[in-house]
Every structure is written in C-alpha cells, then in structure tokens.
C-alpha cells in the first residue's frame, strides 16, 4: 500500500512514517492518545481522492486533520490507519468582492479569511477563540462558533458550497456561490458538523457580509452569577440584539489577573463582556439601554470602554482565561454544553450546585448570549480519586443541559469524548438513523471512525481506570 501511496505523493517530505513523526499526531487539545500507522500531508484534491481509492482497497481507517486543536477527539487515530495533515494546504485564499465570497483550500487559518476580507470592506463573521490557530477545514467539520454566533450564527451559516472526497474517493461539489440553492438534498449543511465522518472537504466556497461601521465594548459587573443570567435573558428580550455577549465568572477573572493583570474587578461573581455593532449612533442609543436593563436585573456596575485601546483589553481577558486557569493545575476538561437562553439562569444555579456537590473546582465563562457555556473543571489526572468525580460531574452537567431542552455540544463537537452520551440527548431511534446514514455514506467505515458513534472502544469522558 506505501509504494501505492509514495506513486500519488509528489513529494516523500510529505510522506511521514518515523516514530518520532507518528507520535506529534496521536494527540489533539482533548484527552487520550493514539498512534497512527502512517501521516500523508496532501496538497491537492487528486492526491486525496488517490489516497482514499487506495485505503478503501485496503480497508484501512482515514483520519483527516488540521491543526489539531480539537477539544473532543475529532482527528485521534483510534483505530490507527493514515492522518491525513491538510495543514500545509493554505494556498488558495481568493477574494471575491462582486460575489462576497471567499474561496479557500483547507489549510487556511481561519482568521486570515476575516483578515483578507476586512480589506474589501467585508467580514467573515465565525470566530472560534482558536481561530488564529486552527484551520478552516477543522471549523468546517466541527461546524465551529465563537463570540460572535449570538448576532451572526455558526460555520454552517456562511458555508454556500464545497468540494469533497467522499469515502469512496470520488470527487464531488455541493452547493455554490449562489445565495440561494435549493436544488435536492442539502449535502453542503450535511457535511459541514459532521466531523470528517463522511468525506473529505478539500476546498469551501463561504458567504462573506459587510463589515460593520463602528463597534463598542461595555463590561457589566455583578455580584450574584444568577443575575448575570437574568440580565442576559433582559437584553436580549428588549429588542437589542449585541454582536458578543460573553460571560466570566470570579474563578476565570482571578485567575486572568493573576496570569496577566488587566483591572478587572476580583470582588464580584461574574462580569458580562458585551460588544454592539452597526451604525455609531445607533450603538449610542442600544449602549445606554442595555445598561438601563442590566442595573434594573441587578447589575452593581456597567462600565463602557472609551476607546479601541479599552476595549481590546477586554476582549483580551477573555482569550486568557483558558491558558489562565490551567495554572492552578494541569488538567483541563473543557465543554460547551448549550441551554435555550431562558434557561440561563436556572444552568448557572445548577452548575454551583454539581461544584459543590462534587468538591470540583469548576469555572464557568463562554458565549452566554446565545446560551452555549463553557464549564470548565480544572483537575491534575494523576489524582484518580478527583478525577472519578470530574467524571461524575461532567455527566451531571450534560444530564442538566439535557434536561433544560439544551444539548451536548454548542461548538466543539462529539468526537471520541462524548459518544457515550450521544443516545442521552437523541435515543436510540434517533441516534440509529445517523448510523444508518453514516452506513450508506461509508459502508466500509473507514472515514474518521470510532467519532461520534459509541463503539467496542467505549470511550469515556476523562479515561480514568476503574
């Protein structure tokens, strides 16, 4: 199969087969840790669909790859086989401003799109807070979000058409540059979240829009984490729709202003970050009701940013709060567990309870706007005791999720992390149909398996020995 191979890879610099090599891609930004066979690095859509007629003769497991900083598994070779590393694929990033479109191969770091678009006056609105490091290939598959999904949705809203290699290795285009298409089945919003299962995307045509006029940052301070909730659920009832609402809670701001001092305010329980968007003076008006909102649920302060320099601090100490937080101890598990906005409230309530509970140290900050949380437990997993009641918690959390109407996963995907409770949040009827879809897609299953799907592998949460 290697000489196969080595006759479709133009160069063997892109052929890794050392230990050393397979070692860098047995692990991503979650738990576990499997060792792939082989690591190919194609650079065009020929030299994957080669790839894959190859390993479908074979029968042996494909495992596509970006960057690797998948939070769920995504791209972990459980079953060995071939990673396929697209991330040195970024050579076309083309600009279309007459269609407002992009046209990008599946390397690109995702925010060089938003970067190459701001000098057209346009915006690519997803923003992943790994987006100066991951690829777009990766947000495709995961169908990633960020900060500003609450105004502008996720991935799959600006995704008009792709290019893939499906499992067969046939080469196939979905979709478009048109805004609208509905012409048969929709296999573009199909592939897109479905986390490399069922092809291959090897180039992605996105919608781009134009780019606001002016923004502006205010910082809501509160005392009880319960009325941050309420004071989201208010403004977004009073007819004001912010671009970002994002929430700390006092564990994540401590630990910022210990990491790297911004002034954030440590005596409280929570702060609110929220950005408006459009028209300047417009933003005046909706700056001043929101703050009306927010001292009328309880708010102590509301502080708005007086320039870009102010303001970029703030978005600052929201990015650190994931390196920030990992200085107390090493271990991270971090979710994205989403709830229906009016449930906001009752999930912070919840989440001190199971903090409590189980003597974890848990922080919560993330995309409260649009109810897609970020509870992080912050661990050391040579501690098995702690570890078996992060596991504890965490399946309370996603019960809870579950239970308010809510979901496993707002952005980072299933992967290898959260199939066992996959049938929680969708029963056996439902979770049976995706396999059957996954079976007529892939019937060899040799397509990112061991994702998703609970399997003989029986994946748990933080891998801890019984």
């Known amino acids: 199969m290697l000489n196969q191979i080595k006759s479709m890879i133009k160069s063997e610099k892109r052929i890794l087969t050392e230990k050393a090599d397979l070692v860098s891609y047995a692990y991503d930004g979650s738990f576990g840790s499997y060792l792939p066979d082989l690591v190919l690095q194609p650079l065009s859509t020929e030299e994957v669909s080669g790839i894959v007629k190859t390993a479908n003769r074979w029968k042996v497991p494909i495992y596509p790859r970006g960057r ?62 790994s987006a100066h490091v991951s690829t777009i290939g990766g947000n495709l598959a995961e169908n990633a979000g960020g900060p500003r999904g609450l105004k502008y949705g996720v991935t799959k809203d600006y995704v008009l058409g792709l290019e893939i290699v499906t499992p067969q290795g046939d080469i196939i285009r979905t979709g478009g540059r048109t805004i609208k298409n509905v012409t048969g089945y929709d296999l573009t919003k199909l592939i897109v979240g479905s986390e490399g299962t069922l092809g291959i995307i090897t180039e992605a045509i996105l919608q781009l829009i134009p780019r606001p006029q002016a923004t502006q940052t205010m910082m809501v301070i509160f005392d009880d984490i319960v009325d941050a909730g309420r004071a989201i659920s208010s403004v977004l009832t009073s007819g004001i729709l912010p671009s970002k609402m994002e929430i700390m809670d006092q564990f994540s701001i401590e630990a910022v202003e210990d990491y790297e001092p911004i002034g954030l305010p440590t005596d409280v329980d929570a702060i609110i970050l929220i950005e408006l968007d459009g028209h300047p003076l417009a933003i005046q008006d909706e700056c001043h009701q929101v703050e009306k909102v927010c001292l009328d649920v309880g708010a102590r302060e509301v502080k708005i940013a007086t320039d870009s320099e102010s303001a970029a601090k703030l978005w600052k100490a929201r990015k650190l709060v994931s390196p920030a937080i990992v200085r107390k101890k090493p271990t991270k598990i971090s979710e994205d567990a989403t709830i229906p906005r009016s449930k906001i409230p009752e999930m912070f309530k919840r989440l001190k309870e199971i903090k409590t509970k189980y003597d974890i140290d848990l922080v919560v900050f993330g995309h409260a706007g649009d109810g897609n949380l970020h509870p992080n437990i912050i661990a050391d997993k040579r501690d098995k005791a702690e570890m078996k009641r992060v596991e504890q918690a965490v399946t309370e959390i996603f019960s809870t999720a579950i239970e308010l109407g809510g979901t496993l996963s707002g952005e980072h995907g299933i992967g290898t992390m959260k199939t066992p409770f996959m049938e929680m949040e969708l029963g056996g009827a439902g979770l049976e149909m995706m396999k059957r879809m996954k079976t007529a897609w892939d019937p060899l299953n040799i397509m990112n398996p061991g994702k998703i799907f609970p399997d003989s592998k029986d994946q748990r949460l933080v891998l801890v020995d019984d």
């Open 68 to 129: 690797g900083t998948s939070l769920s598994g995504g791209p972990l070779p459980v079953y060995g086989g071939i990673v396929l590393d697209f991330s040195l694929w970024n050579q076309k990033l083309t600009i279309d401003r007459d269609d407002t479109v992009a046209i990008v191969s599946p390397g690109v770091i995702t925010a060089e799109i938003d970067r190459a678009a701001r000098e057209f006056g346009l915006m690519y609105p997803p923003d992943p807070s």
